[in-house]
């Protein structure tokens, strides 16, 4: 059903849309990750519908698929000519302004009646409501979805005015909020490990849990995105979305179906529950030499590290401690979810009495992601040793989906499970909202540390930072 004037559109979000329209898709996530992951669908067989492109660039349909070659093939992705020829057949080029109304006129017209399209807007956030606005007025919503990129809003007045914005076109079903890391393939097995298998779930909890640390380290810097960054930080850039979805489905309870919504229901439960979080308890951090990044403004105090305790306070996780890190220039790159395990008491018969270390149940997100147990066994000096049960989840045959790959699928397909509904984005700016009306002061850190010194102050009392486990699953 059209909608005129502001009405909100009937729509049915379920089902396969046949029409992508990108928003941006000569910019950097388009040329970087957006054609690349089309095309492997094209390769794949699993790609079925029309792809119109909009930016402002002046170029024709048939230069922005050279343009698409080009980006494609500059990532690294061999390009297949049969395979190519077909997909560079799906696209179409709309030059123009977003903010120019008789774009979205010629927009409509090129849809055409009964389609049903999913407007993906890789375009700046202060564009996301104008643009909806605009696809509202020019009655094309109708059996659409729209897909937004992070950030979602700056802070929780910001995101809550934004979801206003958007909420008086679209259904909440029709908005698709993408947060590339809920489609890694290890976050999405995390659900699976943790609820299929009932070795690891009689362990997941306060009773046997005595510390989660989730840490994602970057061995790189800002690197070109100054300007981008400084107005960011680590914590808005990674916590407040990437950890903080990682943190639900480690603590959230089982859905009751499989549905997005049983699903998200449970997201939501849980951020719901856990502490605002205090500045006491967070350390921020700036490597030596981020002041001299291009587009950093002079004297800045964004943090390119933070560090933060978080509680939950239900039944399943009160008093276990959640301690997140994230930062930029630090010795290596890994993204690892780490449950400890309370430790055994001293055993009196073994030759020299002593406590063994704690055991660990260790989720490696990135790089090579896998599983480890890591247990501990007699050495021949009678002292304890590690024993560690690893396994990756690399395929043992097949190519596995990439992040945008499988988002993009899912999105096409009507499977909204692995995006972020409104209330757990609200829920997630409440949780460190007091972050960012009070930051703790910034310390400075060296390029290849572990961040600042008083980041160890912060876990005091319980069980130290651990290096996140690289190399091999063996």
């Known amino acids: 059903m059209a909608r005129t004037n502001g009405a909100r559109a009937t729509t049915d979000p379920t089902g396969v849309l046949d029409t992508l329209v990108v928003f941006g898709i000569t910019g950097d996530l388009g040329r970087k990750m957006t054609l690349r992951s089309l095309y492997r669908l094209e390769r794949r067989g699993l790609l079925d519908c029309r792809i119109i492109g909009v930016a402002s660039t002046d170029m024709s349909t048939a230069q922005l698929a050279a343009y698409a070659r080009d980006a494609i093939a500059a990532t690294g992705e061999p390009v297949e000519d049969a395979v190519f020829q077909r997909f560079a057949g799906r696209l179409t080029y709309l030059p123009g302004d977003v903010m120019d109304d008789a774009l979205y006129e010629r927009l409509a017209r090129e849809i055409g009646p009964g389609h049903r399209p999913l407007f993906y807007l890789e375009m700046p956030p202060s564009l996301f409501a104008p643009i909806v606005e605009r696809l509202g007025k020019a009655d094309i919503l109708a059996n659409a979805c729209v897909a937004v990129e992070k950030p979602f809003g700056n802070d929780l007045e910001s995101a809550r005015q934004?979801?206003?914005?958007?909420?008086?076109?679209?259904?909440?079903?029709?908005?698709?909020?993408?947060?590339?890391?809920?489609?890694?393939?290890?976050?999405?097995?995390?659900?699976?490990?943790?609820?299929?298998?009932?070795?690891?779930?009689?362990?997941?909890?306060?009773?046997?849990?005595?510390?989660?640390?989730?840490?994602?380290?970057?061995?790189?810097?800002?690197?070109?995105?100054?300007?981008?960054?400084?107005?960011?930080?680590?914590?808005?850039?990674?916590?407040?979305?990437?950890?903080?979805?990682?943190?639900?489905?480690?603590?959230?309870?089982?859905?009751?179906?499989?549905?997005?919504?049983?699903?998200?229901?449970?997201?939501?439960?849980?951020?719901?529950?856990?502490?605002?979080?205090?500045?006491?308890?967070?350390?921020?951090?700036?490597?030596?030499?981020?002041?001299?990044?291009?587009?950093?403004?002079?004297?800045?105090?964004?943090?390119?590290?933070?560090?933060?305790?978080?509680?939950?306070?239900?039944?399943?996780?009160?008093?276990?401690?959640?301690?997140?890190?994230?930062?930029?220039?630090?010795?290596?790159r890994a993204t690892e979810v780490r449950l400890l395990l309370r430790r055994a008491p001293r055993l009196a018969c073994l030759p020299a009495p002593t406590q063994a270390e704690q055991n660990q149940i260790v989720l490696r997100i990135d790089p090579d992601p896998g599983l480890r147990l890591q247990l501990v066994g007699q050495g021949d000096d009678a002292s304890w040793q590690p024993i560690n049960l690893s396994a990756s989840f690399a395929p043992d045959v097949g190519e596995p989906f990439e992040p945008y790959e499988r988002l993009l699928h899912t999105a096409l397909t009507g499977d909204h499970r692995l995006f972020t509904r409104e209330d757990s984005v609200e829920e997630s700016w409440r949780i460190v909202q007091p972050l960012l009306d009070n930051p703790p002061e910034v310390h400075p850190y060296q390029p290849g540390s572990w961040g600042p010194e008083e980041a160890k102050k912060l876990v005091r009392g319980h069980p130290s930072w651990r290096e996140p486990w690289v190399g091999p699953a063996r």
């Open 162 to 332: 934004l979801n206003a914005r958007l909420r008086a076109v679209l259904d909440e079903d029709q908005l698709l909020r993408v947060d590339h890391f809920l489609g890694k393939e290890p976050v999405i097995e995390l659900e699976y490990l943790r609820f299929a298998n009932p070795a690891l779930a009689g362990l997941w909890d306060r009773n046997s849990v005595s510390a989660v640390q989730i840490t994602m380290a970057e061995d790189f810097g800002v690197e070109d995105r100054g300007k981008f960054y400084d107005s960011v930080g680590a914590l808005r850039d990674v916590v407040q979305n990437h950890l903080l979805q990682v943190l639900a489905l480690v603590t959230m309870d089982p859905p009751t179906r499989s549905d997005a919504d049983s699903v998200r229901d449970k997201k939501a439960e849980i951020l719901s529950v856990v502490r605002a979080a205090d500045p006491a308890h967070c350390v921020r951090g700036q490597y030596a030499g981020y002041a001299d990044v291009p587009g950093v403004a002079a004297g800045s105090t964004t943090e390119t590290f933070t560090a933060l305790r978080l509680e939950v306070e239900n039944w399943r996780w009160t008093d276990v401690p959640f301690f997140l890190r994230a930062g930029k220039m630090l010795p290596l």
